[in-house]
C-alpha cells in the first residue's frame, strides 16, 4: 500500500477516535452523572448515636443535677397537672390513688402514712432523692417492678427536671438543688427561681 492509502487509514481511526471524545464528552454533558462527595457508597442506616440521643429515654442519660439546674418550676407544675389525677401536692393533702407528694423530695420511700404501698414500692427502700425521683418518673415500672402507680412516665428528661424541680419547691425548707456535675461553671448554675 502506498502512503496515501496510509493516510487515509490512519486518518478514518483519528477521526473515529474524535467523534468517540465528542461523543463522550456530548454525553457527559446530557447526562451529568452524580458525583458523590465523597466516594463509596451511601448506606441509609439511621446513625447508632443520633438515635440514642434523641430516642426512647427509657434510661435516663443526662445526669439531673445539669438538667436541673435549667429547669422551670412553672413548667413543672403545669406538667404536674398530669399527675393530680392520682396525686395531691399540698401539705396535710390526702392520699388518692397515689399518696400526697407533700415534702417528696429526701421522703423515705413508701412513708406516706395511711397510703397501702405495693410490696415493689415498700421493698425498695431508701429517700426519693432527686436522681431516684428522675428514674422512677422516666419509668416507674421499669425502674420499681410491681410498684402500683400505672403512669407510663414523662419520657422526655426535661419535662421529668421541671416537675422534680416543682416537687422540690413542696416543702417548709425544700432542700438545695444538687449542684450541677463537674464542666458547669459554678457561678449562674441555679437560675434565680420565682
Ligand atoms: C394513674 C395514677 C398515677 C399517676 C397519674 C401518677 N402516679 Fe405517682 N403514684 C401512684 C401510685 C398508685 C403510687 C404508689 C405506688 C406503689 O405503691 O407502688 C404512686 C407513687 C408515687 C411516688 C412515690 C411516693 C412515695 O411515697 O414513695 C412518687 C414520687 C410519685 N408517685 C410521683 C408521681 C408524679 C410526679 C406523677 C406525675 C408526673 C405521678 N406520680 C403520676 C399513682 C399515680
Request: proline residues 22%; aromatic residues 0%.
Given at each position: 500500500m502506498n502512503s496515501f492509502e496510509l493516510n487515509k487509514i490512519l486518518g478514518a481511526i483519528l477521526g473515529t477516535c474524535l467523534i468517540l471524545l465528542a461523543l463522550n464528552i456530548g454525553a457527559g454533558a446530557i447526562f451529568a452523572p452524580e458525583k458523590p462527595s465523597k466516594p463509596g457508597f451511601n448506606i441509609a442506616v439511621k446513625e447508632q448515636a443520633e438515635g440514642e440521643k434523641?430516642?426512647?429515654?427509657?434510661?435516663?442519660?443526662?445526669?439531673i443535677e445539669a438538667l436541673l439546674a435549667k429547669a422551670s418550676v412553672e413548667k413543672g407544675q403545669a406538667t404536674a397537672k398530669q399527675c393530680q389525677a392520682c396525686h395531691t401536692f399540698e401539705k396535710g393533702g390526702p392520699n388518692r390513688v397515689g399518696p400526697n407528694l407533700w415534702n417528696i423530695v429526701n421522703r423515705p420511700r413508701a412513708s406516706e402514712a395511711g397510703f397501702n404501698y405495693s410490696a415493689g414500692m415498700k421493698s425498695k427502700g431508701g429517700n426519693w432523692s432527686f436522681d431516684e425521683l428522675n428514674k422512677f418518673l422516666a419509668n416507674p415500672r421499669g425502674y420499681i417492678?410491681?410498684?402500683?402507680?400505672?403512669f407510663a412516665g414523662l419520657s422526655r428528661a426535661e419535662q421529668r427536671a421541671d416537675v422534680i424541680d416543682y416537687l422540690h419547691t413542696l416543702a417548709d425548707s425544700p432542700v438545695a438543688l444538687p449542684k450541677a456535675a463537674?464542666?458547669?461553671?459554678?457561678?449562674?448554675g441555679e437560675p434565680a427561681k420565682k
Open positions: 434523641g430516642g426512647a429515654a427509657k434510661e435516663p442519660e443526662q445526669p417492678p410491681g410498684t402500683a402507680m400505672t463537674e464542666g458547669t461553671p459554678p457561678a449562674g
